[in-house]
């Protein structure tokens, strides 16, 4: 199964390749310099068998959800593949107790999560798979459920098995984990998302590069239109987005409301 950390334009920011053992980093050609030299610095923080590797796109291919299918066409390996953003920042248990340390960043205990939640998906028989959604999971995990079969997955970590048979509707510029989740369960009803664990993220919207480029108030509205005509009654929308950085890019709230 290949590990793949798309990114552009930050190649000064990014921290998930301190975390992910062996992965790619998938950035355009004409960055290929900038990110080597960031991984050079890296070299006395990351040993040799940990560290990321880079693979180039062409520069023609511009926009996440391009790169995402491009990452299908020419990454994916007899397993499948799994998306992890550039900004991951640490994983974090969310079924501790009160006092119980959350946080992970052993690259060895990650790369362990990753993959056994790979080998329970494959066993299940699910193609699409992921983790909670955001750390407020720490907040209302009970432990009542520990996994889900069904519901949205958040595109900052997610994976698909081989032969999943999904593409990414290249229309859609930010929402396309919300678009892909819905296509799932339109073609495979099931998932499985390991609900006692979160990837952590640097806050959406407070950094230059990657979706940044693309993403305005007016692409957020077209994606919401858009869903709402694929998917009709499945997707509810409105209030505010919890962040007032998010707000003012014209981020909605979103609720997949599947009807199984």
Known sequence: MKI????MSRANSMTTHLL???ALLCVPESQQAIYEAR???DMCRVPAHLRAQIVTHPDSVKGLTPKLNW?????EDEDGIVFIDDDITSVQRCFVEQGEESTIRDPYLIRDIIWTTFITARDL????????????ALRYYTGLKPMMLTGY?????MGFRRGHGLRFD??????NDFDIAAANAYRHRMCYK????TFCQKGTFTGKGGQAAYRTSTTEQRDVELLRRKWGDVFSFGGHSGTRKRDYAGVQKIALKLPF
């Open 20 to 22: 992910v053992p062996g």
């Open 125 to 136: 028989g699910a193609y699409y798979f992921g983790w909670e959604a955001s750390n407020g």
């Open 194 to 197: 390991n609900c006692r664990y």
């Open 153 to 157: 997955i958040n595109g900052c970590a």
């Open 4 to 7: 793949v950390i798309p990114s």
């Open 170 to 175: 290249e229309r859609v510029v930010a929402k």
């Open 71 to 75: 990452c299908f066409d020419h990454l």
């Open 39 to 41: 991984l050079q610095d």
